[in-house]
């Protein structure tokens, strides 16, 4: 099926130390020293060739190498996948974004300046608390100590720094998660994003609660400390332009902004997923498998709906593009603003704080339209 070009590239990276308690991803913890993880990537680095022989990476704006915990790989792997990236992406060019996630337990200085050199711009380092305890409960393979290391160790080489911090955690204050964000910003980092605990079956953590091991998580204290994040973080001048990411100006991580926006991306590795696109049909695929196949009605439904979750929202432009394929469209707009999820201004509608901390009441209603 002929498509709009690729703007995006997912690397899916699934190893780690260890498993995490709440993690559902598609990773598993091996040995560094595994052969499989020398195998997976020889493999990636033949799609990539292979993608980019067939003319199908040269509009790539954005990459980004996600897991798992691609730091895990070490130095000897990520040089040979990133410089087939290089080869066939042309990672440093102007206005490339190159984005990778690490650990702190698997990022030194030495790593560091490697991927720099090699064309990774961006860093984003998975800390999640800086409070030990809190850490311990998460089962997270690093201590705070080691996440500001780790952060240190990343602004040797690296200006546009991301952390991930997770809130809603059992055993987790106010006050931890506040201090949590303070240490953030007083690290310099860039960009944040703040991630509520999500309890999915089959982890250590949903068999924890059934066994009354742990509490549930607590809808109202995760929306508390998402107003926690937002205050401090605005005071400290990231701004929010996604329900869960704030940054510096210029900050923003585009590849992100890019799934909001209908980007078409490719994705590699196990379980990535890959989105095409033409003028009448919308399609995820994942293992070779089609997940998604969307018609025109339901893309535009989806283009709104995903608009709503950046603070940008969506403009009145788009909404006349998208009506007439959303007869209940001009209805559903004004149901929101009335419920006082979303508010227009300024020729676009925009989710409140009340839309971002009720999402599930947003989003369905827009993406029903279809």
Not at 278 to 293: A, F, I, S
Request: glycine share 8%; hydrophobic share 35%; charged share 30%.
């Amino acid at each position: 099926m002929p498509h709009d070009p690729y703007r995006e590239l997912y690397i899916h990276l699934p190893f780690c130390v260890k498993r995490c308690a709440y993690c559902d991803f598609t990773t598993r913890a091996v040995k560094r020293d595994d052969p499989a993880i020398d195998a997976y990537v020889e493999d990636l680095v033949m799609q990539i060739r292979s993608w980019s022989k067939r003319d199908e990476l040269g509009a790539i704006e954005t990459v980004y190498l996600g897991g798992g915990t691609p730091s895990f790989l070490g130095q000897r792997r990520l040089d040979s996948l990133l410089y087939a990236l290089s080869m066939s992406c042309d990672l440093t060019r102007e206005g490339m974004e190159c984005s990778m996630e690490a650990n702190p337990e698997s990022l030194d200085v030495r790593l560091v300046r490697d991927i720099w050199a090699l064309g990774v711009n961006r860093l984003s380092i998975g800390v999640q608390s800086f409070d030990d305890d809190v850490l311990q409960t998460l089962g997270r393979a690093h201590d705070a100590d080691d996440a500001r290391a780790a952060i240190a160790c990343a602004h040797d080489r690296f200006e546009n720094v991301s952390v991930d911090l997770m809130c809603g955690i059992p055993g987790q204050t106010d006050e931890s998660f506040r201090a949590s964000v303070r240490e953030a910003v007083s690290l310099s980092v860039t960009h944040v994003s703040i991630y509520p605990l999500t309890i999915e079956p089959h982890t250590p953590f949903y068999r924890a609660i059934l066994e009354e091991r742990l509490p549930e998580p607590d809808d109202d204290v995760e929306a508390r400390q998402m107003e926690i994040a937002e205050a401090e973080l605005r005071a400290a001048g990231l701004e929010r332009y996604e329900v869960a990411s704030y940054a510096k100006p210029g900050f923003a991580c585009r590849h992100n902004i890019g799934y909001w926006t209908g980007v078409p991306y490719l994705g590699l590795g196990a379980s990535a997923t890959t989105m095409t696109q033409n003028d009448k049909r919308r399609m995820r695929m994942q293992d070779g498998q089609v997940t998604d196949d969307l018609t025109r009605a339901q893309r535009e439904a989806e283009d709104v709906m995903l608009g709503m979750r950046m603070t940008c929202g969506v403009s009145d432009a788009r909404l006349d593009e998208a009506r007439p394929w959303l007869p209940g469209l001009d209805d559903a707009l004004a149901h929101l603003c009335e419920e006082g999820l979303a508010t227009h201004a300024d020729g676009r509608f925009r989710p409140t704080e009340k839309g971002w901390l009720c999402g599930n009441d947003l989003y369905g209603e827009l993406f029903d339209l279809a």
